[in-house]
């Protein structure tokens, strides 16, 4: 995405507070509305405070969202996409809605969009490569309508029978391998040995987290010579929630040794925390700043230790500023991947760790600045490669999945 796209809005890069319980698939529940106040309030306090300059009246649109297989609770991705939309409607002056599918499956997703153009939205923001194949059942029977996708990849709209996005949609990729070396370098830099993957499902997104913080991780143990004392023990859950049999997993990990997991796919977190509570051990956080939110709910300072993050909210940000200011040809039928863009302020990038909450003390923020512009300039480059385990000279075991 070209810089200025983001210079408007990138104050809002990560927002992880926490929302509300559910809704139904067309209408949200007012004491939802009650509980995410304070949160939306956060939001819209760090997205721009100036009416877009739009060549068309901002109540042209109706801006809807629509939930993946998660909710706007999960403290990453739903909830992130749910509320930079929601801030954005509102500094903006237009209405906006989500909606949740009745349940998980192309279908149900189709239905809610369908709810969502006949409710009068033409602007759909959706969240995940789930979507793919919504959006390549209606896209071009709705032109009317502006679909902004994110996570969904080329691959995604292939599979979905999709090989040329429409004029009215645009979607956003991320390069997740760069944000999972800066967190798996960063926390053995601070001087973890045994640590710990936890994936949602192997898709692609979720593998290139993985794979970087692998390939971070060797690259800090090699420069401190202490390839021998680091391991990684690396799993994926087969699902983005926690379960009992996902808790027992981790609650073995860090009773064998594990002091920090990196719990990455939407709410899968919850089965790393509750087994690192028990005996004191660590997270890391993905996808938005969780530390915040994680520590809330366990009540544990110091529980979530970074996160690998990407622009979620500024993509969204960024998207419908140009899409209100008449700009939409900047993503028109286009896939966008994003990645860094400054070498001298980490926090315009969008792959990146939080500096507002940086808690590190060995490894410190000058630390990850000198790593992001030596990425940035290209002395240190991360295999995106998703095919294969990376080759390491720390050890990595990996399980089976656990569902």
């Known amino acids: 995405m070209k810089k200025k796209l983001f210079a408007v809005l990138m104050a809002a890069t990560m927002v992880a507070s926490l929302a509300a319980c559910g809704s139904t698939e067309t209408e949200t529940a007012t004491t939802e509305v009650a509980e995410t106040e304070t949160a939306t309030e956060q939001t819209s306090e760090t997205t721009a405070t100036e009416e877009v300059a739009a060549t068309t009246e901002s109540s042209d649109f109706k801006i809807a969202m629509i939930t993946d297989s998660g909710d706007i609770t999960d403290m990453s991705f739903n909830q992130t996409t749910y509320e930079a939309s929601k801030a954005f409607a509102d500094a903006n002056g237009a209405d906006f809605q989500y909606y949740k599918p009745t349940e998980d499956s192309n279908e149900a997703r189709i239905a809610s969009f369908n709810n969502a153009v006949a409710d009068g939205y033409n602007v759909i923001v959706v969240p995940g ?225 939080p500096t507002d909450t940086w808690t590190m003390k060995t490894f410190t923020v000058d630390d990850y600045k000198a790593l992001v512009a030596s990425m940035y300039d290209g002395y240190v480059t991360v295999d995106s490669n998703i095919e294969a385990m990376p080759t390491t000279a720390i050890k990595v075991t990996t399980f089976d999945n656990i569902h």
């Open 129 to 353: 490569y789930l979507f793919a194949d919504m959006i390549a059942n209606v896209a071009e029977a709705n032109p009317e309508v502006t679909i902004i996708a994110l996570d969904c990849s080329q691959g995604d709209f292939e599979g979905a029978g999709m090989t040329t996005l429409p004029a009215n949609v645009c979607s956003f990729t991320y390069q997740e391998e760069l944000a999972g070396y800066m967190a798996g370098y960063a926390v053995v830099k601070e001087g973890y040995k045994k640590l710990g993957f936890l994936g949602g499902m192997a898709v692609p997104a979720v593998i290139r987290y993985g794979y970087g913080f692998v390939q971070g991780a060797d690259a800090a143990a090699t420069e401190l010579g202490n390839s021998s004392e680091v391991e990684v023990n690396y799993v994926y859950g087969g699902q983005f929630y926690g379960d009992e049999a996902i808790t027992a997993t981790m609650d073995t990990w860090y009773s064998n040794g594990t002091e920090i997991v990196f719990a990455c796919g939407g709410g899968i977190f919850t089965s790393a925390c509750e087994a690192a509570v028990k005996v004191g051990g660590k997270v890391v956080g993905v996808d938005v700043d969780q530390s915040g939110t994680i520590e809330a709910q366990y009540n544990v300072e110091g529980l979530c230790v970074t996160s690998a993050m990407k622009g979620l909210a500024a993509t969204v940000n960024s998207t419908l500023t140009d899409l209100f200011a008449g700009n939409w040809d900047a993503h028109s039928g286009k896939i966008e991947n994003l990645g860094l863009v400054s070498a001298d302020d980490p926090s315009l990038n969008y792959v990146q760790l």
